[in-house]
């Protein structure tokens, strides 16, 4: 049985990953936490093989938690989630140990074997995080592109992203499910908190953030 623990100052989501991840017959959903400290408490006294851990929570976030809970002796394996993918923690977070990065919106079935393949020892990365951690290795990697598409909802960051891969207004419409009306206010809405009006420099900035 591998023994997880779920970290997540959201209530719904705690519920969705105990759901997702509770029918299995080898994963043993021994705690959660709510937040930092209180993982710290939790993994102390149920011994996990595996944290799910969020990685933004008010107080003591998800990096200091995993900086702390690797410093102890036999540590659990970290795997984190996220909402976003463009963020200095990330590489922060693998930098610190974690043994994984996944987005909260990964797809149930890939969450599972996410779980199983961290507690074997491997790593764990999904794919827009991959191309992150490319793209510092080789140089690639603006921190200031990051910072400027934090400030971008999901859904923004999603079109943004599909600019940079040069989809037209319908083509980003229909990948998206979302009308192209939608896809046009989104854009309106990216150009006005990135400071620009072409779709090129978007496509450049997505670009030195790592996530193509």
Do not use: C, W
């Amino acid at each position: 049985m591998i023994r997880v623990v779920i970290v997540d100052d959201d209530p719904m989501v705690r519920t969705g990953l105990r759901l997702i991840l509770g029918g299995e017959p080898d994963l043993d959903l021994v705690g959660d936490a709510g937040d930092g400290r209180q993982a710290m408490t939790v993994v102390r006294d149920m011994r996990p093989d595996v944290v799910l851990m969020d990685i933004r929570m008010p107080g003591q976030d998800g990096l200091m938690t995993t900086e702390l809970l690797l410093d102890r002796p036999s540590p659990p394996r970290i795997l984190v989630l996220t909402t976003f993918d463009a963020d200095d923690m990330v590489l922060r977070a693998l930098r610190l140990g974690a043994h994984g990065f996944l987005l909260k919106d990964t797809p149930p079935a890939k969450m599972i074997e996410a779980v199983r393949a961290v507690a074997r020892g491997e790593p764990v990365l999904s794919p827009s995080v991959a191309h992150q951690v490319i793209a510092a290795a080789t140089g690639r990697y603006k921190p200031q592109a990051v910072k400027e598409l934090d400030q971008l909802t999901e859904r923004e960051r999603e079109v943004a992203i599909e600019v940079a891969k040069g989809s037209s207004n319908p083509e980003i419409a229909t990948n998206l499910s979302v009308s192209v009306a939608t896809v046009k206010a989104n854009i309106t809405r990216i150009f006005a908190k990135l400071g620009t009006d072409s779709r090129v420099d978007v496509a450049n900035r997505v670009r030195d953030a790592g996530l193509l």
